[in-house]
Every structure is written in C-alpha cells, then in structure tokens.
C-alpha cells in the first residue's frame, strides 16, 4: 500500500492516456486533472499523487514534444512512452499496464470525454475496500444516430456471442487497483481487446453512470471502417460462436440437400425423363461457393489469429521513453 508522509498515507495514482495526434488536447487533460487531484486531496485523509503515463501512439502531429515540454515542466509525475508508429489504442493500454506503477490505476482517453471529476466517486469506492475496480458506463452521447445503431448492436451481438459480458456502452475508462491491475497484465495475449480481458479477469467491478461529452478539442481517430473491424476482432478473440455458426450452416445445408436429392432420384426412378433446369442449378452452385467462402473466411480469421500468436512478437515498439 502507500507510504507514510508527513503522518498522511502517501498513495499513487497512475493514469494511462494513449495519445494519437492529440496535440491540442493533452495540455488541457493534464490542468484538469491537476485540478481533480488537488479537489481529491481536499476531499480526503490520504494524498494522492498522479503518475502520468501517456503512450505516444505514432502520432503525426506535434503530439511528442508537446508531451517532451511536458515532461520536462514535470519530471518527477508525467512520463511518456512514445511508440516507433501506431499500434492502435489496445497496444497503448498494454504499454501503460506494463509501466504504471501506482497503488490505484485509470486508463482514460486524453480528449476529456471520459471526465476526470468522475476520479472524485472513484476513489472512495475503491478506498472502502469492497471493488477492485470502478468502471464507467455513458447514459447519452449525442452520437450520429448510424453510429449508435451500430454500436448498440454490437454489445447486444458479443454479449449473445461470447463468454465475457460487456455492458452496453462500457467505456474503457475506469479505475482500478493493483491486484486488479496485476490480474490484467497475466493475460500475454498478442490481440488485445480490452473491455474484454477487463471482463474477463473478474473481481467485483462497480460502475458509474455519466452522460457523454464532446471532445475537449481535435477530432475522433476512428473511422467507421475500424469500429467495424474492433467489433469483429472483439467477437473473434473472445468467442468461438462464429465457428459453430459455420458447422451450423453447413449441417442446415446438408439436410435439405439429402431431401432434394433423395426427391430427384425418385422422380427419376418412377416418372423417368431429364431434368431440366441449368438456370436453377448454376444459382444452387453459386450459392454454395457462397457458403463455402464465407465459412471458410470465418475459418481463416481464427487461424490469422492463431498465426499472428505464436509468432510472439512484442505487441509494441517503443521509439523513445522518459
Ligand atoms: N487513440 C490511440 N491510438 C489510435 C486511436 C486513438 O491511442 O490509433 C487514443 C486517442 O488519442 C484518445 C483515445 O484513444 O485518447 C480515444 O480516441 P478517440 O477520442 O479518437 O475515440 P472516441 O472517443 O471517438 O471513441
Ligand atoms: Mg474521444
């Protein structure tokens, strides 16, 4: 636990905050936290003291030396990874577990919408002893209304789906304790999906509500294109299902072919003549190359994935680090 200070129970906190061309937004997210640590020291008998770990994702704007400046108007609190070129958020996260070394851990984004005040609820919960992580969930984003679909979709498709269960709209953002935190960094997967492994570990997790803001300021990384692709890597890591779907398939398949087959060959025995019909017959073909392709795409992400793990690479490069 904390060290004692001064008769006060000295505590870190580590704050995780991938940055992707994030320049106009991190010096904001540090002034606003500094503000939530001081209200938390006000607030509380311990002294919390925040450790910055911001992970430098292959930004292509100024995002390094505005992190660098920093550091350097900060070194004993803020540290940075800086990444050799973008990884994506999930291998951010793993950076940061792997160099957070805070009594108490958050991983949040650095655009101020998952909003540090809400550290002011988190603490005391996770003080009281009973959770080992306070999670967030946002109630209302005034998001574009395709995008919402979408992604309310998606929860409802990977909670049918796969073994872990993913409240709906669950933000990565969260605060969690060092036995949590230790039961994350257990996990060597090369494909992370976060929310997932969050799940996964276990541990009474409490969330908390809170309705969805803008941006501080710059603009969303993500395309439409990769929430698609972060959807299907999140069913694919944690589910087996779309395999099944594929067996499920093909079983249908075949049993009405036995049926069709078995009433050609009586038509046949009894009624004599040709079968005409190559129209029906080409479709019947071209359906079940369909099939076949799909089912064997479905096959070949679960063997990308298992190729992509037992090469064991490293799930990051790090360029540089202070
Ligand atoms: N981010 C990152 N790598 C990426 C994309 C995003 O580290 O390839 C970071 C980004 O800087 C931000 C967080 O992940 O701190 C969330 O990204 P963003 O705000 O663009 O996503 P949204 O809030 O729209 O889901
Ligand atoms: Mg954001």
């Known amino acids: ?19 992707h061309n ?4 991190i010096n904001i997210f540090y002034d606003t936290t500094a503000k939530v640590f001081e209200q938390l020291n006000e607030q509380n008998v311990e002294t919390y003291v925040p450790e910055y770990v911001f992970i430098n994702d ?31 958020k ?3 996260f793993a950076a940061g577990f792997n160099n957070a070394n805070g009594d108490f851990v958050a991983v949040m984004d650095v655009d101020l919408q998952d909003p540090p ?13 009973e959770y080992e992580c306070v999670g967030s969930v946002q109630t209302s984003r005034k998001q574009n209304p395709v995008r919402a679909f979408l ?29 949590y935190v230790n039961a994350v960094l257990e996990l060597p997967e090369y494909n992370r999906f976060t929310k997932g492994i969050f799940s996964w570990v276990g541990f009474k997790t409490k ?63 009894f009624f004599g003549g040709s079968v005409n019909g190559w129209a029906s017959m080409v479709s019947i073909l071209l359906f079940m190359s369909g099939v076949q392709l799909f089912c064997l795409g479905i096959v070949g992400k679960y ?4 190729y992509l793990e037992t090469k064991h690479r490293p799930e990051y490069i790090v360029e540089e680090k202070r």
């Not at 994030?22 to 937004?25: G, Y």
């Not at 067996?247 to 072919?257: E, P, Q």
């Not at 063997?303 to 298992?306: E, F, M, P, T, V």
């Open 1 to 19: 636990m904390g060290l004692i200070f001064g008769g006060k129970i000295l505590k870190t906190i580590s704050l995780i905050v991938p940055c």
């Open 22 to 25: 994030e320049e106009q937004t």
């Open 58 to 88: 292959g930004s292509t704007d100024k995002t390094l030396s505005v992190l660098r400046d920093l550091q350097t108007a900060h070194p004993e609190t803020v540290h940075y990874i800086s990444f050799s070129r973008n990884f994506g």
């Open 90 to 92: 999930e291998s951010a």
């Open 117 to 129: 005040e809400l550290l002011l609820q988190m603490v005391p919960i996770l003080e009281s002893g």
């Open 151 to 179: 992604s309310s979709s998606f929860y409802k498709l990977i909670n049918k789906m796969s073994e872990v269960e993913l409240r709906q709209n669950v933000r990565d953002y969260r605060l969690m304790t060092r036995k």
């Open 207 to 269: 969330y908390l509500e809170y309705e969805g803001v803008e941006r501080s300021a710059g603009t969303s990384s993500w395309s439409l294109f990769q929430l698609f692709e972060y959807s299907l890597e999140a069913i694919v890591d944690f589910s087996d299902v779309p395999l099944k779907i594929a067996a499920f398939i093909g079983g249908i398949i075949c049993f009405f072919s036995i049926i069709a087959l078995f009433f050609v060959v009586i038509r046949a025995a």
């Open 303 to 306: 063997i990308g994935k298992i």
